[in-house]
C-alpha cells in the first residue's frame, strides 16, 4: 500500500502546477457545484474547521472560504501544496487558508 500511495504522490508532484493551471478556475463555469458548496457552507458556517481532503489547487477551500466557512486544506501531494499556496499569495482576498501536505509517515 506504501508504495501505491508513494506512487500517487509522484504522479501528482509531477503533474502540479498543469493540473493547477487547468483546474484553479473550474467553479467558475460549474454552477450546479457552486449551489451545492453554498448549501454545504449554509450548513456548517458555524459548526467549526471544515477539511479540504484532497486540495489540489485550494479551489474549493477558497470558495468555502469566501462563503465564510473556517477551512483547510490537506493534499498528499507537496506540489499540489505548493500551487495551492502560490494560487493563494497571486489571488488573495485576504482571506488565510491553513495549507498542508501528508508526510510520507503520517500515514
Known amino acids: 500500500m506504501s508504495n501505491e500511495r508513494n506512487l500517487v504522490r509522484e504522479i501528482y508532484d509531477r503533474i502540479a ?4 493551471r487547468r ?12 449551489q451545492l458548496l453554498d448549501r454545504f457552507a449554509t ?3 458555524a459548526g467549526g474547521p471544515v477539511c479540504d481532503m ?8 477558497s470558495y468555502l472560504k469566501q462563503a465564510g466557512v473556517s477551512v483547510w486544506g490537506l493534499d498528499l501531494s507537496p506540489g499540489m501544496v ?6 493563494i499569495q497571486t489571488y488573495s482576498s ?4 491553513c495549507l498542508l ?3 510520507r509517515t503520517a500515514l
Do not use: N
Open 23 to 34: 483546474i484553479a478556475d473550474e467553479l467558475q463555469h460549474k454552477p450546479l457545484d457552486r
Open 54 to 61: 484532497g486540495c489540489g489547487p485550494r479551489h474549493v477551500a
Open 17 to 20: 502546477e498543469e493540473y493547477a
Open 82 to 87: 505548493d500551487q495551492a499556496r502560490r494560487l
Open 43 to 45: 450548513q456548517v458556517r
Open 101 to 103: 501536505s501528508i508526510s
Open 94 to 97: 485576504g482571506k488565510a487558508i
